[in-house]
């Protein structure tokens, strides 16, 4: 870009001249006698992005999908309907299919605690489904719960 040929339309600002391989004002019309060193790094983008507070940067486009979240509440679900049937069946099982029902419900309510806290951590990193992710960590805490204080009074009793 030459005052000769100059591009119409083009802003002020610093530009490179190749006339004279300098870095020089241009003031939208013609060059300016302003120069500077030539940038060793040509930059099209900021330098510096700030990061958010919780320092993970999330650079995709908002979605309400959270597969952990939904997950989490499905197994929550699953285990409070296991621990229903439990409490609901106790004394007309045999105790071998007893300690089976035990186990399986320990497993869903461990695997919907996971889920929930993995979640949680999703729903922080990226705007997408953090209450359902609060809901099924406190759904599965209270079953959790319930579970231990049922193994523990069933070995005191």
């Not at 000769?4 to 300098?22: H, I, Q, Y």
């Not at 359902?132 to 805490?141: D, K, Q």
């Amino acid at each position: 870009m030459s005052d000769r040929n100059s591009a119409e339309g083009v802003p002020p600002g610093w530009l490179f001249d190749a006339e004279t391989g300098r870095t020089r004002w241009w003031d939208g019309a013609r060059w300016t006698d302003l120069v500077k060193p030539l940038d060793p790094v040509v930059r099209t983008s900021p330098a510096y992005t700030p990061m958010p507070a919780g320092g993970v940067a999330y650079s995709g486009a908002p979605s309400s999908r959270n597969a952990a979240a939904t997950a989490a509440m499905l197994f929550v679900v699953l285990s409070a309907l296991a621990l229903a049937a439990g409490i609901w069946l106790t004394g007309g099982l045999d105790p071998s299919a007893i300690t089976v029902l035990a186990v399986v419900n320990g497993l869903l309510v461990t695997l919907a605690f996971a889920l929930s806290v993995a979640a949680l951590v999703i729903s922080i990193q990226r705007p997408t489904r953090k209450a359902v992710a609060i809901v099924a960590l406190i759904a599965s805490s209270l079953l959790l719960s319930v579970l231990i204080f049922r193994l523990l009074d069933g070995f005191a009793g």
